[in-house]
């Protein structure tokens, strides 16, 4: 098990060729909404941590929809957090980074075909 092996694993969606609306249930673990009924909530973001003897590496996407985030590294020395932008609210904001790829993850869910245009190319 590595870093990369569990950022595979948060994506999953138990399909090789997934479609969000192409299930029912919330049964994977990279979990979209859907319908109002069964899907009604979704991932809303996912960590890593990789533990070492000499430090230690935190992952997290800082977003929902882990299959089309970025994990970003976190330190838990001096500067804690990299630079994420303005906090996110409960109303669109385009000047968070929450907001900025909630747009990206809304659109991918449209047509999910299209996510393999920048999966390889990523964290």
């Not at 299959?67 to 500067?79: H, R, V, Y």
Request: proline share 4%.
């Amino acid at each position: 098990m590595d870093v990369s092996y569990a950022f595979k694993i948060l994506r999953n969606h138990k399909q090789k060729n997934y479609d969000p609306a192409s299930h029912f249930l919330l049964d994977s673990v990279c979990a979209h909404a859907g319908n109002g009924l069964t899907r009604n909530s979704s991932t809303t973001g996912s960590l890593v941590a990789h533990l070492a003897a000499d430090s230690n590496t935190f992952w997290a996407t800082g977003t929902a929809g882990t299959c089309t985030g970025i994990f970003k590294p976190i330190w838990l020395a001096q500067e804690i957090l990299p630079e994420l932008g303005s906090i996110p609210k409960g109303i669109y904001n385009p000047e968070t980074l929450w907001w900025q790829h909630e747009k990206l993850h809304r659109s991918i869910l449209k047509d999910y075909s299209k996510v393999s245009l920048y999966q390889e190319n990523r964290n």
